[in-house]
């Protein structure tokens, strides 16, 4: 087997280190020390450095390669505005009619923007690619099942132990008896890509390596996360690193590729990139917990009481959320590198 030339965004190191480790190392150190993140929930530390630093930080790295770059966000400029505006609306109605039914339809919301991540780093990794049509179904089938059976079996299992925002935002579905078809489907769509792999390499003598550690990756890390445990803490630390740091590493690497931009994406650049996302991220989550959950009163200083009047209460939550909600949906506009006429990809 020939290693040909790899399809790398820009830096092997860099996306060794920031794109395709993330999905590996947190399953790594819960294997190590398992006991200790079995039994351990999401404390005020790793609240800080999971959902603060890395969650909520890498939602505010769309500002960046959205709004902060003056022609992509002169080139989408109705699209930018419009979709903050739609989501408020939709996310005030929402909430206004069901705080239930907000949390859930905006949980899956996020789980779909997850999944289509993982899609959209196996894609990128294989624009270089000449599949047969046969084999582009197989990574896709594949990819989506590495996220999707692990869903499934949240919604069969784990409803009780798991939660993506607020606890039963997923459905709870009574389909144990069929337990053993969707995890052997698992199983024959793993073993298909493996062995399309395999025939890939036999035919041409080469490997396709980061495409190849996404698929690994995204498998690894959701079914630990979800399916072999169904700890908070070993849920989150998956989730999030395997998500948040990527996505920041990509829309970094975007920026250094520009031909032309409206911020440098150099050592001072990365100072004011990191600095930036991580104040309005505790911008936002300060008004989160002394409007919402007043429930960090270490971190955060306890000015008011939680809001309870629903009208103002559905205001809020919608101001709140819209960074989230207009990340969620330009998603994938992200994805779309090699359509970006000011990048130039090799």
């Known amino acids: 087997m020939k290693l040909q030339k790899q399809p790398w965004l820009g830096s092997p190191r860099q996306e060794c280190i920031f794109i395709l480790a993330p999905a590996f190392l947190p399953v790594v150190a819960i294997f190590m020390f398992n006991d200790y993140f079995i039994t351990q929930k999401v404390n005020t530390w790793w609240w800080i450095i999971l959902v603060l630093c890395i969650d909520v930080a890498h939602v505010y790295s769309t500002l960046f390669r959205m709004y902060w770059d003056r022609k992509t966000f002169q080139k989408y400029k109705s699209l930018l505005l419009i979709i903050p505006i739609m989501a408020f609306a939709i996310g005030f109605c929402l909430h206004y009619f069901s705080v239930a039914l907000f949390w859930r339809l905006l949980a899956y919301v996020a789980a779909y923007h997850f999944i289509r991540q993982q899609y959209g780093f196996m894609r990128l990794y294989s624009r270089k690619e000449t599949p047969r049509r046969w084999e582009r179904i197989v990574d896709t089938i594949a990819i989506y099942s590495a996220t999707v059976y692990p869903l499934i079996y949240w919604h069969i299992h784990a409803t009780d132990s798991l939660a993506w925002f607020v606890q039963g935002d997923f459905i709870a579905l009574e389909l144990q008896s069929y337990d053993v078809i969707f995890k052997s489907l698992y199983v024959v769509?793993?073993?298909?890509?493996?062995?399309?792999?395999?025939?890939?390499?036999?035919?041409?003598?080469?490997?396709?390596?980061?495409?190849?550690?996404?698929?690994?990756?995204?498998?690894?890390?959701?079914?630990?996360?979800?399916?072999?445990?169904?700890?908070?803490?070993?849920?989150?630390?998956?989730?999030?690193?395997?998500h948040g740091i990527p996505y920041m590493a990509l829309i970094w690497i975007h920026g250094e590729k520009k031909t032309q931009s409206g911020f440098t994406?150099?050592?001072?650049?990365?100072?004011?990139?990191?600095?930036?996302?991580?104040?309005?991220?505790?911008?936002?989550?300060?008004?989160?917990?002394?409007?919402?959950?007043?429930?960090?009163?270490?971190?955060?200083?306890?000015?008011?009481?939680?809001?309870?009047?629903?009208?103002?209460?559905?205001?809020?939550?919608?101001?709140?959320?819209?960074?989230?909600?207009?990340?969620?949906?330009?998603?994938?506009?992200?994805?779309?590198?090699?359509?970006?006429?000011?990048?130039?990809?090799?």
């Open 265 to 346: 994406f150099n050592m001072k650049g990365l100072g004011i990139f990191i600095i930036s996302i991580l104040v309005l991220a505790y911008i936002e989550e300060f008004f989160w917990d002394i409007f919402i959950w007043n429930d960090h009163p270490t971190i955060f200083p306890a000015l008011f009481n939680a809001l309870n009047e629903p009208l103002l209460l559905s205001v809020v939550v919608s101001v709140l959320v819209l960074p989230q909600v207009t990340h969620y949906v330009l998603d994938g506009f992200i994805w779309r590198l090699s359509k970006d006429v000011q990048v130039k990809m090799e």
């Open 189 to 242: 769509v793993m073993v298909i890509y493996v062995a399309k792999e395999a025939l890939t390499i036999f035919r041409s003598g080469t490997l396709n390596i980061p495409k190849n550690l996404i698929m690994a990756g995204t498998c690894l890390s959701w079914y630990v996360g979800i399916v072999a445990f169904q700890g908070d803490l070993i849920f989150t630390l998956l989730n999030v690193v395997a």
